[in-house]
């Protein structure tokens, strides 16, 4: 257990703690996704983690009917849960009036309804990573911070890593880039390595699919590459059907990012929509529905010709 961290340390809103991760980083790590991300990528695959706070979520396919059950139709003081004309009469929120207070979820017998996020203080989430530390050691392994965007829980996310680093625990984080500058500095100072996105480099075209625009996100990752040039970045880039699949879409980046000295791979990720029944259950709508992933042989040539081996 940390005795260094004092009770004034900042608590972050956290949707998952993955164990033993072997794809963010080097060996095996920890990844604590936090919530909260200033962008809304149409073809995020993690849509809880796009909101800041706690959220209910409703799998319908698990209630087990109002006429069996019922229990979270009585408790909810917020009149936002209404039962469904189906033939099951399974139920529906409104999302409106719905307070997010999660007591319907704890009523709730077969875990239809569940709370997204919890809050989570550095000490907890340093006390877990310690706990398997010995294989993160063998392996080279350590901690990475992903989200939605951890630089928006700026706080959090420098004491943690601060405090992982004084453990010499190897540190990562995964991020848009957009960020203020100070919260970047910050909290590069205790980062060995980090994965940075770049989606598009028209600005237009990046606001229409991510709801902001790409200048900050450009001119940060020059920052940290000038100011930070012993950390090494990994560049990925989401390929997506109709943003930015064409060749020259993925040139463009290609060419902006050789100027980094601290480059130290870049990679292609291939779109998926494995999020999309999340959007269901936080009620929302999935706005790449009936986009299909690129051809395989097409995304493995872009591979081939641009991405840059670690
Ligand atoms: S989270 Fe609270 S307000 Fe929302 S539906 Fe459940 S009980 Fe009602
Ligand atoms: S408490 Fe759960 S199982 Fe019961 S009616 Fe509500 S959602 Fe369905």
Known sequence: MSNFINNKSAL?????????????GPGIRDVVF????????????????????????????????????????EICSADAIKISENEK???????????????CAKVCPSAAL?????????????DSVCESNIFYRRSGGGITVSGGEPLLQAEFTYDLLKECHRLGISTAIETSGYALWGDVERVCKYVDL?????????????????????????ENLLRISKSFPEIPIIVRTPVIPGF??????????????SSINSLKQYELLNYHNFGEAKYRQLGREYLMAGIKPLDKEYFEELQNRYSIPG
């Open 194 to 218: 980090i994965f940075y996105d770049i989606k598009s480099l028209n600005s237009n075209k990046h606001s229409a699919f991510t709801g902001v625009p790409n200048e900050l996100i450009l």
């Open 114 to 126: 569940n709370l997204m996020g919890k809050f989570i203080s550095v000490r907890e989430v340093v």
């Open 244 to 257: 930015n699949h064409t060749e020259d879409d993925i040139r463009s980046i290609v060419e902006f990012i």
């Open 12 to 24: 972050g809103c956290v949707f998952n703690i993955q164990k033993f991760c072997i794809h963010d």
């Open 34 to 73: 936090v919530k909260g991300c200033p962008l809304s990528c149409r073809w995020c695959c993690n849509p809880e983690s796009q909101n800041i706070f706690i959220e209910l979520a409703y799998k319908e396919g698990k209630c087990i009917g109002v006429g069996e059950c019922g229990r979270c139709l």
């Open 89 to 103: 009469q399974t139920i529906e929120i409104d999302r409106r009036l719905c307070l997010n207070c999660g007591n």
